[in-house]
């Protein structure tokens, strides 16, 4: 059977082989999934290790998708745009490096939330990874206005700079794109407020103006856990009625891998629904 692993540090804690086992099965593949937490300098040969032992595709999570990115021999745009990889395809003797985060978060987004993004002002919290691999995708879907917005200023506009700079996107979607601190964002109502912050994993929130919650604004959160997250919840208090955790996301991301892989995409809503009901 094909072999493909999810590879991080820590890793033990990745619902990806459950993901992608549910998957093999609605689909009728042949493939093993498997974790590997390889020592942080060791990142690399157990890439290489995993290849010489007939290892077909790996996912890639912290704090290796930037490594992965720079050991590739060809990356799709929105690897680019990202400068990470989580996903790796192993192909005539190659390395191939794509970021399926963007595309999972917008199909969470679009298909799943029912909540179009076509000429929305969209607001982006935070400008580390989680947030620089999915500001192409966000942009793709051709939004009136996308706000990326961090503590430190200057890494939000560095986004933005490095987009720009990789080549893959037009100047009228680049144009819809700006940037700024947290304590410049509009004190306005935004279609959808996205965190990509780590807060909820420490039960912080993000400090944003009030007024960017509205009466029909999507808040969603890329964390997820059990019960809302503390974005969702302050989002929830300031009167947004739209909310939708990162768990979504998660499945959507796999699906895309798959799909990398195995040249199908399989139907996530069943997936998606029972790591819903495990979480409670």
Request: aromatic share 8%; charged share 20%; proline share 5%.
């Amino acid at each position: 059977m094909d072999r493909y692993a999810v590879m991080g540090h820590p890793v033990s804690h990745s619902r990806s082989p459950q993901i992608h086992a549910l998957f093999a099965k609605a689909t009728g593949q042949l493939m093993t999934y498997e974790r590997i937490d390889p020592e942080p300098d060791r990142f690399e040969a157990a890439v290489a290790r995993f290849r010489s032992e007939g290892g077909k595709g790996l996912n890639i999570t912290l704090p290796f998708k930037e490594r992965a990115f720079a050991l590739a021999d060809g990356q799709t745009a929105r690897a680019r745009a990202a400068g990470a990889a989580n996903t790796l395809d192993f192909r005539e003797g190659q390395v191939f490096a794509d970021n399926t985060d963007g595309v999972g978060l917008v199909r969470d987004i679009v298909q799943n939330q029912r909540f179009m993004l076509q000429q929305k002002h969209i607001l982006l919290l935070g400008a580390g990874g989680a947030a620089r691999g999915v500001v192409l995708p966000l942009l793709a879907e051709q939004p009136a206005r996308l706000v990326v917005a961090n503590r430190t200023a200057a890494r939000a506009f560095a986004i933005l700079s490095e987009l720009k700079a990789s080549g893959t996107i037009t100047d009228d979607l680049m144009g819809r794109a700006e940037a700024c601190g947290l304590e410049d964002i509009p004190a306005e109502p935004f279609d959808v407020v996205i965190n990509a912050t780590s807060s909820s994993l420490t039960g912080a929130v993000p400090e944003v103006p009030q007024g960017v919650f509205g009466p029909r604004t999507l808040a969603y959160d890329m964390m997820y856990g059990r019960g809302q997250t503390p974005f969702l919840k302050l989002a929830q208090t300031h009167g947004a009625p739209y909310l939708a955790d990162g768990l979504g996301m998660l499945v959507e991301q796999a699906a895309e891998s798959f799909y990398l892989w195995r040249h199908l995409l399989p139907a996530t809503a069943a997936v998606l629904q029972q790591l819903r009901a495990e979480l409670g």
